[in-house]
């Protein structure tokens, strides 16, 4: 299973981004799919994470402000991110949750891809 991740960048604080990433491959089935980020000199961090039935759930410092969003057929994921602040500076990766006959959960992740916020 492959994570391909995209739609990182630089922009003033204020402003919007838009992340996507696909898993493509060959697996059976995800159970969810997550973006999670890390910030230099802090350990790694779930920002929002969507399930298969399309439940959702934010960490408390990016409610209201992120939207992660799910397309099942094309086994994709999005996370909208506007007001965008300088704590949000970090590198994003994006997570699946996939299972398997051989393992109920078993993570994969992306290469990760660079949100800046700078003024």
């Known amino acids: 299973v492959q994570l391909q991740a995209s739609g990182g960048g630089s922009v003033q604080p204020g402003e919007s981004l838009r992340l996507s990433c696909a898993a493509s491959?060959?697996?059976?089935?995800?159970?969810?799919m997550a973006w999670y980020r890390q910030a230099p000199g802090k350990q790694r961090e779930l920002v929002a994470g969507?399930?298969?039935?399309?439940?959702?759930n934010y960490a408390d410092s990016v409610k209201g402000r992120f939207t992660i969003s799910g397309d099942n057929a094309k086994n994709a994921v999005y996370l909208q991110m506007t007001s965008l602040k300088p704590e949000d500076t970090a590198i994003y990766y994006c997570?699946?949750?996939?299972?398997?006959?051989?393992?109920?959960?078993?993570?994969?992740w992306g290469q990760g891809t660079q949100v800046t916020v700078s003024s």
């Open positions: 491959g060959s697996m059976f089935s995800i159970n969810g």
């Open positions: 969507i399930t298969d039935g399309g439940d959702t």
């Open positions: 997570n699946a949750d996939i299972w398997s006959p051989y393992s109920d959960s078993e993570d994969y």
